[in-house]
């Protein structure tokens, strides 16, 4: 088993930087990537970025034009969401996930879940 724990969500403004982090613990040796997703209000959960965990190599969406950046500290055992220039529109639940065996950016590629962290942008 693997848990995951999000933490760095908050309160910001248009504008602003937030940096969110995932650590992860248990079987984590058994992991090959991991994922951030985001769930706004009303709509379905989407794929944002993921970091592979032997190379590191990083995927992000192109919708968000290059203001969110994923990253990791291996020796952590934790991933992070650096968020720049955030929007209203960036107001969501983001969550991190695992998986043992896929790259993919979407829902059902990933076995393990967090319990989210919010983020609220205000205009």
């Known amino acids: 088993q693997v848990q995951l724990v999000e933490s760095g969500g908050g309160l910001v403004q248009a504008g602003d930087s937030l940096r969110l982090s995932c650590a992860a613990s248990?079987?984590?040796?058994?992991?090959?990537?991991m994922g951030w997703f985001r769930q706004g209000p009303g709509k379905e959960r989407e794929f944002v970025g993921y970091?592979?965990?032997?190379?590191?190599?990083?995927y992000h969406t192109d919708s968000l034009e290059g203001r969110f950046t994923v990253s990791r500290d291996s020796a952590k055992d934790t991933m992070y969401l650096q968020m720049n220039n955030l929007k209203p529109e960036d107001t969501a639940v983001y969550y991190c996930?695992?998986?043992?065996?896929?790259?993919?950016?979407?829902?059902?590629?990933?076995?393990?879940w967090g319990q989210g962290t919010q983020v609220v942008v205000s205009s």
């Open positions: 996930a695992a998986d043992r065996f896929r790259l993919g950016t979407r829902v059902d590629h990933y076995e393990y």
């Open positions: 248990g079987n984590t040796f058994s992991i090959i990537n």
């Open positions: 970091i592979t965990r032997s190379s590191g190599t990083t």
